[in-house]
């Protein structure tokens, strides 16, 4: 008898799970908002507030909003059009969407040249220790920069995909910890053309813009419906606890393996990521820590409006050391070097491990005369350093300056061939190159 209503209350609880699990997610679990014309203030802007020529217009219906632009030749280097959303009245009191974690966009774009059918989506936030009510310029830029394509329907693009814009960060000298996406105070939002749009007309059709996300996340609902077992077995235990305490015990054990597995798990995944972006020996970045900042900082460069210096260093006679003391001292000496040379850094270089006993130093907004003074520090400490069993150690640089419209490959091969001179005269010497040998 016990038994079968012991069954009935397992029943019952699968189905109350069933239920809450069918509602959560068919209607409990997504929450939107919507940006139209009907809630929110629309408008447009163009080059012309920094004395460019640019020309645009907007239509405005019931749920969709027309910006009709030209760009038009003019002193100002980077022409563009906007569609301005405010959502509040008051820039400090913005709406909170920290609590979604996608943005839907339907954008259809019409423009001169395919190449450059490209908009940019920004979602502008009030950081009270960064704004100056002065310069509407230091709401943070949270972007992003794609092809909507035109007719060809939305797309959900999670914010994981924005980034607080570089040149932002540098302008406004913005700390490390409010260098995160953070959207707890948007205030406005602003869809433009392309940073290289080509002259002409352009047409941006706003569509729809949703923001998405969920009021209970999925695993908090997971530990709910947990709660509900639990308390449940909880109940049982109590009244079959004489004959039961062996199989409680074994669940109990079982949930502790299962813990400590997910905790390895953990532990597993952040050792996987910091190998992705460090070198696993010396705790230099790796070339792909630095990729999308280089492709970044290269088309600042191109556009003119930041430099970049890099410093090729290599180890003299490094194979010597493995050779004669062999690869663990070697191994140690390369860590004590890394150390030596984030000694001389300055917080924004970057020091990428290259390969064997080959570093790079990337410096941006150094000149090529700054980037020498950097490699002579650090070849002057390498020299007079007291290293471990050795009894002297040197290395050779070679520093180069990025052009515009340099690529990192051409740029990297004429600092190889200055280290290369390096060598050639004598090595524990500083070379620059300002061509193409």
Known sequence: MQNKIYIKIILILFVLNVMLSAFYFTVGQNKTL???????????????????????????????????????????PWRYCEITINLTDDVENGLDLSSFDRVYLDIDYQGPSHATDRVRFYIRNY???????????????????????????????????????????????????????????VSMIQIATDSGSVLGKHTIKVNKIIFKGTYLSQRWFAYGLLAIWISAALIFLFNELYHLRRRAEKIHAHAKQLDQLNRDLNDKYTQATHKAMKDELTGASNRYAVRDWLDNITRRVRWGNAKLAMVYLDLDHFKAVNDNFGHMVGDLVLKE??????????????????????????????????????????????????????????????VVEMFPGETVREMTARADEALYKAKKNGRNRVEIMRKLA
């Open 337 to 398: 070097f890394v150390c030596l040379i984030q000694q001389q850094l300055r917080g924004n270089d970057h020091l990428v491990r290259w390969g064997g006993e080959e570093f790079i130093v990337f410096c941006p907004n150094s000149t090529l005369e700054g980037a020498r003074s950097l490699a002579e520090r650090i070849r002057e400490q390498v020299e007079t350093h007291s290293w471990p069993q050795i009894e002297r150690l040197t290395c050779s640089f070679g």
């Open 34 to 76: 919507e940006i139209t014309p009907q809630k929110y203030s629309y408008k447009v802007a163009t080059d012309q507030v920094v004395n460019g020529k640019s020309t645009a217009s907007l239509v405005l219906n019931r749920n969709t909003a027309i910006m009709d632009c030209e760009l038009i030749d003019s002193d100002y």
């Open 127 to 185: 950081e009270s220790e960064i704004f100056k009510p002065e310069d509407d310029n230091t709401l943070k830029y949270n972007g992003i920069e794609y092809h909507p394509g035109e007719g060809s329907g939305g797309q959900d693009i999670s914010f994981t995909k924005f980034q607080v814009l570089t040149w932002w960060l540098f302008d406004y000298n913005v700390p490390i910890e409010n260098a995160g996406v953070n959207l707890d105070n």
